[in-house]
T-cell receptor, first 119, second 117 residues
Framework: GAGVSQTPSNKVTEKGKYVELRCDPISGHTALYWYRQSLGQGPEFLIYFQGTGAADDSGLPNDRFFAVRPEGSVSTLKIQRTERGDSAVYLC?????????????????FGPGTRLTVL | AQSVAQPEDQVNVAEGNPLTVKCTYSVSGNPYLFWYVQYPNRGLQFLLKYITGDNLVKGSYGFEAEFNKSQTSFHLKKPSALVSDSALYFCAVRPHAGGTSYGKLTFGQGTILTVHP
């Protein structure tokens, strides 16, 4: 079956502009995650959804970042007033997620990422 | 707060030799532990996980990892390395009981594995 897909694969924008990054998870996966990976670093958690709701958004760096998953499938990460420091690869993942608080045993499946460059 | 340390930025081994990529973790309570591999210009691929039970877990491509609770380690191993194993490897952790954060993975900074012919 199809894996996690992300569009666009590359996005170049100018400082101050607004961008949207899209993630299409594996069909049937209830949980969707966004991470950010800077060069030479491991992925850093941003936010995750269980269904339509954001279960944990503690990793969003500030209020310029926002994500939605209105129908419990596709998700969009939105960045307002982009800054050069936002440049990174944005990774999306999906998984089945068991019941809280101990259901986090399923592996996450990652998409190829969107490389965002803010000039 | 949970954390993962991968003490080696790079590991170099000769093809056919055993390899070890080290990982230590810090988490409240029992952990779920994962290894992922990242090839250039490709997404992270799941290798293996420790949930409970046998401390030695086997995964994809001949990799295995040993969970050591007393040393809070989860080192990745392979008995005989291949040139094609050369990639970036990440260890990651989740707590068993994480409250609203139970879905969140915390990654190490990664270890570049290079296998020489």
């Amino acid at each position: 079956g199809a894996g996690v897909s992300q569009t666009p694969s590359n996005k170049v924008t100018e400082k101050g502009k607004y961008v949207e990054l899209r993630c299409d998870p594996i069909s049937g996966h209830t949980a969707l995650y966004w991470y950010r990976q800077s060069l030479g670093q491991g992925p850093e958690f941003l936010i995750y959804f269980q269904g339509t709701g954001a279960a944990d958004d503690s990793g969003l760096p500030n209020d310029r970042f926002f994500a939605v998953r209105p129908e419990g499938s596709v998700s969009t990460l939105k960045i307002q007033r982009t800054e050069r420091g936002d440049s990174a690869v944005y990774l999306c993942a999906s998984s089945l997620l068991g019941r809280a608080p101990t259901g986090g045993y399923n592996e996450q499946f990652f998409g190829p990422g969107t490389r965002l460059t803010v000039l | 707060a949970q954390s993962v340390a991968q003490p080696e930025d790079q590991v170099n081994v000769a093809e056919g030799n055993p390899l070890t990529v080290k990982c230590t973790y810090s988490v409240s309570g029992n952990p779920y532990l994962f290894w992922y591999v990242q090839y250039p210009n490709r997404g992270l691929q799941f290798l293996l996980k420790y949930i409970t039970g046998d401390n030695l877990v086997k995964g994809s491509y001949g990799f295995e990892a040993e969970f050591n609770k007393s040393q809070t380690s989860f080192h990745l191993k392979k008995p005989s390395a291949l040139v094609s194993d050369s990639a970036l490897y990440f260890c990651a952790v989740r707590p068993h009981a994480g409250g609203t954060s139970y879905g969140k993975l915390t990654f190490g900074q990664g270890t570049i594995l290079t296998v020489h012919p």
